[in-house]
């Protein structure tokens, strides 16, 4: 009854942490990832999505100047592209995490588990399972989980929220059970202070690996409520041309001029301090504006020139 009703699933369908070989180190509804050329990924999933429009995030998982991109999207998988400053794909490990309209969420599945918009400085807006934040010097930010993951092979993804100038990228590297340090660039590739938003998908292993009817319930009942733990409050997958595929309390995707978009919320956010994260089909994304009631956004090539392709983002908030 459940799957027919038309429930929408806000946790991730599928999430991964991936070695520079192919390794899945970890994940969520992962079959298999082939390395198929120097820094080209084939994912597949072990349970295939309802369709192809899901929203897709990811970040490399290493100080590197290296991009992941995504392409090839299909109810089965998709193929992620490792691209460095020089437009040279590479070998590197990455993370990325999968958000689609599915009945019930994924036996053994989970929600966030945490996620942060932060400031240049250093500053926490909006968190969750987020201790603090600390800048130890230009563009490097130590970040402290309150409760630690069960292991270090969690999935962390971080965007650049850059609304004055195009910071380049955000990578992350020095994965413990207690956290991790994201380090922030500049178009030159020197490191730069700027705003960003991060979220994480681990394996719990508090999760049951099957769910009563009373216990998916609870779930149904906590989020109707407001309930917002870990699991995304907006996600979405759109064209180049503002097209919204599918998405979840997406009211609009406007295309306002070239590469530029207006996404406007079915329901507001309690706070403009919302994490937002982004991906991209060979394209880079950056944040223009951000309210409670939406944002806006530019997509652009690795020259920072504005370029249109498909692109994904979520949001989180408390």
């Not at 084939?42 to 290493?62: C, E, H, K, M």
């Not at 202070?193 to 009942?221: G, K």
């Amino acid at each position: 009854d459940l799957a027919k009703s038309g429930v929408t699933n806000p946790g991730a369908s599928a999430w991964g942490n991936v070695d520079s070989d192919g390794t899945i180190n970890n994940g969520l509804n992962i079959g298999s990832v082939t390395k198929t050329g120097t820094g080209i990924y084939d994912v597949v999933f072990t349970t295939a999505l309802p369709n192809a429009d899901y929203s897709l995030v990811g970040t490399i998982a290493r100080d590197s100047g290296a991009t992941v991109r995504f392409y090839n999207q299909s109810t089965t998988g998709f193929t992620a592209k490792l691209t460095s400053y020089a437009s040279n794909t590479e070998d590197q490990p990455f993370s990325f995490t999968v958000f689609a309209t599915n009945a019930l969420p994924l036996k053994g599945g989970t929600g966030t588990d945490a996620w942060a918009t932060v400031t240049s400085a250093g500053t926490l807006q909006a968190s969750f399972n987020i201790a603090s934040v600390n800048r130890t010097s230009a563009g490097v930010y130590d970040v402290v989980f309150t409760t630690a993951m069960p292991t270090a092979n969690y999935a962390a993804i971080a965007s650049l929220n850059t609304p004055t100038s195009y910071g380049r990228t955000a990578v992350i590297d020095g994965r413990t059970v207690s956290g991790f340090t994201v380090y922030t660039y500049d178009d030159a590739q020197n490191s730069s202070d700027r705003d960003f938003s991060l979220t994480v998908n681990a394996t719990n292993a508090v999760l049951p690996q099957s769910f009563t009817e009373a216990q998916i319930q609870s779930v149904l009942d906590f989020i109707a409520a407001g309930g917002t733990a870990g699991v995304a409050k907006a996600w979405g997958s759109c064209e180049g041309d503002g097209t919204l595929n599918d998405g979840l309390n997406i009211a609009s995707v406007v295309r306002t001029s070239q590469a530029t978009y207006a996404i406007t919320f079915a329901t507001p956010m309690p706070t403009p301090d919302y994490a937002l994260t982004f991906g991209g089909e060979l394209v880079q994304t950056r944040e223009k504006t951000k309210t409670t009631t939406g944002f806006t956004m530019d997509t652009y090539d690795g020259n920072t020139n504005l370029s249109e392709g498909r692109f994904s983002f979520t949001v989180h908030a408390s």
